[in-house]
């Protein structure tokens, strides 16, 4: 081949070479058009409020004395973190949050493993575990109060009388976990959708391999599926942590925090002291506290499961 030929067969190979496409900012600002609505609609409706909740959380006003507004800096954080109430809500919302995402996901994981087989009637059992995720929050509280946890005629006590329970309320007796009975049966079919989206992607030939290798239920579950579910489930953990935080519905219909602050968790408490005490200062110092607080835990927890789907943390 001579050397015009060799240049010639060059130069028809840089043709299909392909170059990147260097975007001007007129077509970047073309593309990001259609998004800008929705980007001032969310900053209307979440940043200003903010706005004003840290403003408000600067003064010292009290509704039920009027011309009482005043400018009090950090007064209303210190009283915050000096309320000892305070302290003890928040202890309430992450024992009502660590509790019901941890006996959700074990419970999701369970109906998951079970559901993963093929047996007669799986799509209608499917469902009917589905069912309590598309209940009302209202709805479900109220079943469970009435229903459920009832003295005289609820099923619990229905179910413990052959052991020789007495008619015991469960509500007034033990507040917190009787909410966090009603959360757990709400979060369950979440979590178990989720696990089964990830039991459903997994390489059904690794599995068989394992099995051809003398690998029993228990050993395949703890070094093959478990490893396999480990990004979905802390994607189920941090999703059903988040949501719970704002938790209030099944405090306020079930034991309205009572008694006292036993069962009261943080946005309930925030809802007590702006709506009921008329402190509208503290009310909103408190809320900027918790909102801080859960963007600092869940920013930390989804950059760690970002990180676990994209694929550069190994799995375990």
Known sequence: ????????????????????????????????????????????????PFLFTLYYSTQSWNLVRPGSQKFNGVGNYVAVFQDSQFRQVALNTVIMIVGTVIISVVLGLFLALLLDRKFIGRSLIRTLLITPFLITPVAGALIWKTTMFDPVFGLINFALSPFGVDQIDWVSRYPLPAVMANLIWQWTPFMMLLILAGLQSMPKDIAEAARVDGAGPVKLFRELTLPHLRRFIEL?????????????????MMT?????????????????????GFDIGQAAAMGVVTVVATIIVSTLALRLIFKSFSGTEEAA
Do not use: C
Request: net charge positive; charged share 15%; proline share 7%.
């Open 256 to 276: 309205s925090g009572g008694p006292g602050v036993a069962s009261a968790n943080l946005p309930f408490y925030i809802y007590q002291r702006a709506f009921l």
């Open 1 to 48: 081949m001579t050397t015009t030929e060799t240049r010639s067969a060059h130069a028809d190979s840089e043709e299909f070479v392909p170059r990147p496409r260097t975007i001007s900012k007129a077509e970047g600002w073309r593309r990001r058009g259609p998004l800008l609505p929705a980007m001032v609609f969310a900053i209307l409706v979440t940043q200003v």
């Open 236 to 252: 189920g953990a941090v999703l059903g942590a988040i949501y719970l935080v704002n938790t209030f519905d099944a405090v306020y």
